[in-house]
């Protein structure tokens, strides 16, 4: 995201002084590469960033001083995003509205300086395809032993103000993790669990061996009419929540059982 969002601010910034040249014709503000990769603190995580580089030939009349360009969405200075974990839903949930979109990314980058609304259509029309092909990508050829699931819950007002995010997480026979899915459901539904599932389905997606949720009977009721043959267990975490076993430590049950929900 922060990529696309520098390559579109430059794209437009050298649009802006497209008819200015030099006495040979020459345009005065070019892309010259790109500027050595830094690392940038988020919440999730470090994440290296590789700026694109203006060449800004312009001399300002007055002062003799050369013109230079610089990023309204990530200074040069900046080694350090907001936090984004309440961002990135409001992003999924309410940002691919274009009008809603500066206001979100802005949160996200920290400013909503440079996102002109031509960089937010063409950075929304990114997205929109880049969502579209996650959502419709084969799943025949992946076989995932394992799946996790869960809603999210997220503190947005909107016009659906019981809108949640289900989130599907497979771990594939070599172990290795992946999103499996990621879609709006009204609260945590059997009939929203069993749509995400059907499409799941459909785009060749075999049943799991074993499913992992918590107590919500939405998606318990959904696996057993789209995928009978999953086996189901509790998630071990929401097992020793207090409120559901209060007899046991809380801590004492998570570090005994842990390492068992996690290697199994």
């Not at 350090?80 to 309410?94: A, D, G, S």
């Not at 300086?113 to 990508?137: C, D, H, M, N, Y």
């Not at 025949?140 to 599907?168: A, F, P, Q, T």
């Not at 459901?185 to 049943?207: I, P, Q, V």
Request: proline residues 4%; hydrophobic residues 45%; neutral net charge.
């Amino acid at each position: 995201m922060l990529a696309e969002a520098l390559q579109a601010e430059v794209d437009a910034y050298i649009a802006r002084f497209v008819a200015d040249r030099d006495e040979n014709g020459r345009r005065l503000v070019v892309r010259n590469g790109s500027h050595q990769p830094r690392e940038v603190l988020t919440s999730a995580g470090a994440v290296e960033v590789t700026a694109p580089r203006v060449n800004d030939r312009r001399v300002d009349a007055d002062t003799g001083e050369r013109a230079r360009f610089a990023s309204a969405i990530l200074p040069a200075w900046c080694r350090k995003t907001p936090k984004i974990t309440e961002v990135l839903p409001l992003l999924y949930l309410h940002g691919l509205s274009t009008g809603d979109f500066v206001p979100a990314l802005g949160q996200f980058l920290g400013s909503s300086a440079g996102l002109s609304a031509p960089v937010i259509t063409k950075l929304t029309e990114a997205w929109k395809a880049e969502q579209r092909a996650f959502a419709a990508r084969d799943l025949s050829v992946v076989d995932y032993v394992y799946l996790w699931v869960d809603g999210i819950h997220v503190n947005i007002r909107l016009e659906e103000h019981k809108l949640c995010l289900l989130v599907m997480i497979g771990v594939r026979a070599d172990g290795r993790k992946e999103l499996v899915a990621l879609a709006d459901g009204y609260r945590e539904s059997t009939e929203s669990w069993a749509d995400l599932l059907r499409d799941c389905a459909r785009r060749g997606m075999h049943a799991p061996v074993l499913a992992m949720g918590d107590g919500a009977l939405g998606f318990w009721g959904a696996l057993r009419e789209v995928f009978p043959q999953a086996r189901e267990q509790r998630c071990w975490f929401h097992y020793a929540d207090p409120r559901i076993m209060p007899r046991w430590s809380h801590q004492s049950l998570v570090a005994a059982v842990g390492g068992l929900a996690w290697s199994a």
